[in-house]
């Protein structure tokens, strides 16, 4: 089975503190996402990447960053957290026969309050 | 770019009774299709998924969607509802051209009434 590992369930920030979300997938997927879930607005992509050190923005990439210095290793970044991004916050990979496939594998998510 | 429009925002139903979660997408070329699951406090997994061929498509717990594409739709049914089928609900498509991201729709949150 597909294990994609978000490494912390849980936040608390306060605005203008740097965040890092950390996720890692085992099974040697080139293709990782980050997604925000909010109630009423379903997820929505905020960056991807197809293979080390590429980075993609998606839909909402504004405030946010991303490093993919490793292959399992997808971390988020939030240079300046605002209130605004208080969010569920969904890593997921993807396998390379997509076409095929295309099952997006998710993590259990992270939850980030920024006070 | 591809969007997905979930019409139902909350449903609430009764056991037994019967579901259809509406879904439509826009996008003119060949997509993929899915329905995924979130039970409450889990992370969301998979109900079922179009690729090709057989547009009615079956999945786990006795979920089924239909692909009609003159309709740009995928709409998610199941004939008698239980109680633990109490989860939000959302449609995903992802185009086989261009990002392979997946695009979801604001979900459907389902409450079954025991």
């Not at chain 1, 839909?59 to 490093?67: A, K, L, Q």
Request: one cysteine or more.
């Amino acid at each position: 089975d597909v294990k994609v590992t978000q490494s912390s369930r849980y936040l608390v920030k306060r605005t203008g503190e740097k965040v890092f979300l950390e996720c890692v997938q085992d099974m040697d997927h080139e293709n990782m996402f980050w997604y925000r879930q909010d109630p009423g607005l379903g997820l929505r992509l905020i960056y991807f990447s197809y293979d080390v050190k590429m980075k993609e923005k998606g839909d909402i990439p504004e405030g946010y960053s991303v490093s993919r210095e490793k292959k399992e290793r997808f971390s988020l970044i939030l240079e300046s957290a605002s209130t605004n991004q208080t969010s569920m916050y969904l890593c997921a990979s993807l396998p390379p026969d997509y076409k095929n496939t295309g099952e997006l594998f998710f993590g259990e998510g992270s939850r980030l309050t920024v006070l | 770019a591809q969007s997905v429009s979930q019409h139902n925002h909350h449903v609430i139903l009764s056991e037994a009774a019967s579901l259809e979660l509406g879904c439509n997408y826009s996008y003119g070329g060949t997509v993929n299709l899915f329905w995924y699951v979130q039970y409450p406090g889990q992370h969301l997994q998979l109900l079922l998924k179009y690729f090709s061929g057989d547009p009615l498509v079956k999945g786990i717990k006795g979920f089924e969607a239909e692909f009609i594409k003159s309709k740009f739709s995928f709409n998610l049914r199941k004939p008698s509802v239980q109680w633990s089928d109490t989860a939000e609900y959302f449609c995903a498509v992802n185009a086989l051209t261009g990002r392979r991201a997946l695009t979801f729709g604001s979900g459907t949150r389902l409450q079954v009434q025991p």
